[in-house]
Structures are given as C-alpha cells and as structure tokens.
C-alpha cells in the first residue's frame, strides 16, 4: 500500500509522543516549520499510560501560546490513531496541508528569510 502525502512533511520519530515537549514545538516554528502537528497512539492506548494526553495538552499549549503572539494556533495539532492506520495518516497529513496552505506562510519563517536576505 502506497500512501500519498507532500515531499514538505518531515516526520520525526520518537519513542512516544509524551516525548515531544512543548519547546520542541516551538523551536520547529522558530527555525521556520509553518506548522507542526504530533500524530500518536489512541488515546487511553499509550503504552506509557499517559504520553499521549500529555502530548495533547503540550501541543494546546503551543497554540495557544502562538495566538497570544499573533500566530495562528491552529499551525500546532495533534492527531491520535493506531499504528495499523496507514491511510489515516496519510488522510492527516493532507488535511494538515491544506490547513497550512489556508493559513499561508508563517509569519515567522518569513521574518527569517527577511533577516538572511538583509
């Protein structure tokens, strides 16, 4: 089975999404990614109990944290599913796609390349 979803994704593996703290979200936006979304195990799944809620919470706490500055929240998700879910993935990463491109580039990505070119 193929799955299709766009050559911009970067898809970082880590041992479970509790992993991914919120720092690491927004250390993704701040080197230009113009979204970031964790995609983890069922919820009430996770082999280590409570990774997965935590990372949800995290990730609530990226958007919120980009809407105070002025940056949509809505560039930070998180979506759950099982690991034998292949074309649901695939399906996440183009709804993700599509919602970045509604969103445009991240403002701080285009800061970024205004500073490289000054």
């Known amino acids: 089975m193929r799955l299709s979803y766009s050559t911009d994704i970067k898809i970082i593996r880590v041992p479970c999404t509790g992993k991914v703290d919120i ?4 250390r993704a936006m701040e080197k230009g990614a113009d979204g ?5 195990c069922l919820e009430g799944d996770c082999r280590y109990k409570t990774g997965n809620l935590n990372a949800r919470k995290r990730v609530e706490q990226a958007g919120k944290i980009l809407n ?6 809505e560039r930070v998700q998180m979506y759950n599913l099982s ?7 695939a399906k996440f990463a183009q709804e993700m796609e599509e919602r970045i491109k509604a969103l445009g580039p991240s403002p701080i990505r285009t800061q970024l390349q205004n ?3 000054a």
């Not at 720092?23 to 927004?26: E, F, G, R």
């Not at 970031?36 to 983890?40: A, C, E, H, I, R």
């Not at 690991?83 to 993935?89: I, L, V």
């Open 68 to 73: 105070n500055i002025g940056i949509s929240g």
């Open 115 to 117: 500073k490289e070119v």
């Open 23 to 26: 720092l690491h979200i927004l």
């Open 83 to 89: 690991s034998g879910e292949g074309p649901r993935f």
């Open 36 to 40: 970031v979304y964790l995609v983890g």
